[in-house]
């Protein structure tokens, strides 16, 4: 992400450095199975982080849901007056002096909500750190590791609920942490402990993503509101604006053509006739 | 008498060293040809308990390519059979031989095998493992989908590699941060 150098660029260098925030944290998430975990990728701990992290996103999306849907209104407005262009029109200028104000509004809700973000995004991360480094890092060989993949049960089962690793779906930010959460605190259910791991590490890589991104953010946010401030002397709605707030809606409230997932679960049935004396 | 000493000596030595190459021919050494698989697996024994074994590589990749030819299920035992008959032979030992079988014909990786834990072993070798792991998927492209038509098999060992690197790329974050 580089920052952006002119005045005109410098709102999308924002929105677009929160998107790329929020954008990791939307990873694809699964619905596996598990069997009981002999490794303990999530306790309690962990989960109540997962579980926190969600909350702090719905709130964050009730504080921008509102303005985000004003913003809409007003663009709307913007484009069925043809103002585009119509520099020197002092209905136009008033619309887009509107338009600046509760963009500054959008800026000023992330900027609040940003901390909780960071203190739970942080918190997750370092759990999972800790458990992915003393589970995985420490308790197992490479061998070790592929076997807990593959699993030595049930290959089918969890196979159809394996899931997309690191992509996007479109869901909602909070729905995301939601699924997150139920998918791990199904422990003891059918849910296979390879599918686990993989989630682990997913959600791992997201928060560290997340929370370099989130600082970054937050350097940006003081100065393009500070920017912003400036230019509604000037009542200029630059595209750049209507491009991040768009952004946000897609990543916030899954508005969003989803890429394909980057990888899809095999087809069902592994199950092999023979069985060599020397496979492994 | 010394002169016909000295004359004398180096035809001896020729006439022996003539004498110890008649004894030990060159072996035959021809790759097997045609599109059997049971023929070509016959033809290579024979080859190989007579003198061929440094050509093992060789012969193997020729009958996998014999194989593709005729992909079925049944190859994969075919191979394992001919495998063990080499084990059997004293041809390879038993390590050697599950590497040849697995490497091609079983969804786990060989190159994964390792006795460490992965922060020491694995992550300072990451991309190298990784790489290994991508030449071996093709190896089990080979053996499991074009000679053995398994291709839940060789899916999930696709889907594999994609966890494994998903899942180290993690761990090696976690461990890193230590």
């Known amino acids: 992400m580089t920052k952006q150098t002119s005045f005109r660029g410098r709102p999308r260098g924002l929105l677009v450095l929160g998107l790329v925030l929020l954008g990791p944290v939307t990873a694809t998430a699964a619905t596996a199975s598990a069997s009981g975990p002999t490794i303990r990728l999530f306790p309690t701990t962990v989960l109540e982080d997962i ?5 702090v996103a719905e709130e964050m999306e009730s504080g921008l849901q ?3 849907s004003k913003l809409d209104q ?6 069925e007056a043809k103002c585009d262009g119509a520099e020197g029109d002092p209905g136009c200028e008033q619309i887009a002096k509107q338009l600046g104000a509760t963009y500054l509004d959008m800026l000023t809700v992330m900027n609040d909500k940003l ?3 960071e203190r739970a995004v942080t918190s997750t991360r370092n759990s999972l750190e800790k458990r992915l480094r003393t589970e995985v890092g420490k308790k197992m060989t490479p061998w070790d590791l592929q076997e807990n993949l593959l699993g030595n049960t049930a290959q089918a089962a969890a196979q159809a609920n394996r899931p997309a690793m690191r992509g996007r779906s479109g869901l909602r930010l909070s729905e995301r942490f939601r699924q997150y959460y139920s998918l791990v605190a199904s422990g003891g259910g059918s849910t296979a402990e390879q599918s686990l791991t993989v989630v682990a590490a997913d959600i791992y890589l997201d928060m560290d993503e997340a929370s370099m991104l989130i600082a970054r953010t937050q350097e940006e946010i003081s100065r393009a509101t500070l920017l912003e401030q400036l230019n509604q002397s000037f009542g200029v709605i630059t595209p750049e604006m209507q491009e991040v707030v768009q952004g946000v809606k897609s990543i916030l409230f ?3 053509e989803g890429d394909a997932p980057i990888s ?7 199950q092999q006739a023979y069985s060599s004396p020397l496979e492994m | 008498m010394k002169t016909i000493k000295l004359t004398v000596l180096p035809i001896v030595l020729l006439v022996l060293a003539g004498a ?3 004894t030990t021919p060159e072996p035959a050494c ?3 040809e045609g599109h059997n698989l049971r023929v070509a697996i016959e033809t290579s024994k024979a080859q190989l308990t007579n003198g061929c074994e440094a050509l093992f590589d060789a012969y193997f990749d020729r009958l996998m390519s014999v194989a593709e030819g005729d992909p079925k299920p049944r190859n994969k035992q075919t191979f394992s059979e001919f495998l063990e008959w080499t084990t059997d032979t004293g041809l390879l030992s038993r390590r050697q031989a599950q590497a040849y079988y697995n490497r091609y014909f079983n969804v786990k990786f060989m190159s994964l095998a390792g006795d460490y834990n992965n922060c020491s072993y694995t992550c300072p070798r990451q991309a190298e493992l990784l790489t290994r792991m991508e030449e071996e998927l093709s190896d089990k492209e080979q053996g499991l989908l074009r000679v053995s038509q398994d291709r839940d098999s060789y899916y999930r060992a696709d889907q594999l590699l994609k966890e494994t690197e998903l899942v180290l790329a993690a761990t090696c974050t976690a461990c890193s941060a230590n």
């Open chain 1, 74 to 79: 007003q663009q709307q407005l913007f484009v």
């Open chain 1, 66 to 68: 509102s303005i985000i």
């Open chain 2, 20 to 22: 110890g190459c008649a």
């Open chain 1, 254 to 256: 899954g508005d969003f």
């Open chain 2, 30 to 32: 021809s790759l097997p």
């Open chain 1, 115 to 117: 901390p909780d973000m």
């Open chain 1, 264 to 270: 899809g679960p095999p087809p069902n049935d592994v």
């Open chain 1, 51 to 55: 579980r926190h992290t969600g909350a």
